[in-house]
């Protein structure tokens, strides 16, 4: 069974920093698949946040992040990681971290979309940005 589990939410100030962890487990090879962020406020869309491919070597960030959020993977721990810094009050939501295998998408971007459907996401983990 594909789980993923992302951790690392929570409540911050305005300026801050947060780093979001997701943990993948029962991929048969963690290579084969990108991996993403998005996030979602209730009664609106999904938002894309960022993607990174396969080896980390290539990313793409949603304009509203790009420049304070930043995506990284370790492979070797089957982790997907999120650094949010200059943490905006727009940033609060639920964070969800999702994976892509390489045959099922064109180009990274299209993992930013929020018609992408993705075939493994996790359950979330709350972000709240609050004075």
């Known amino acids: 069974e594909v789980q993923l589990v992302e951790s690392g939410g929570g409540l911050v100030q305005p300026g801050g920093s947060l780093r979001l962890s997701c943990t993948v487990s029962g991929l048969s090879n963690i290579d084969d698949y990108s991996l993403a962020w998005f996030r979602q406020v209730p009664g609106k869309g999904r938002e894309g946040v960022a993607c990174?491919?396969?080896?980390?070597?290539?990313?793409r960030y949603g304009a509203s992040v790009k420049g304070r959020f930043t995506v990284s993977r370790d492979n070797a721990k089957d982790n997907l990681y999120l650094q949010m810094n200059s943490i905006i009050p727009d940033d609060s939501a639920m964070y969800y971290c999702a994976a892509a295998y390489f045959r099922e998408y064109g180009g990274l971007e299209e993992l930013l979309s929020p018609a992408y459907e993705f075939k493994y996401r996790g359950q979330g983990t709350q972000v709240a940005v609050s004075p």
């Open positions: 990174i491919d396969w080896d980390g070597t290539h990313m």
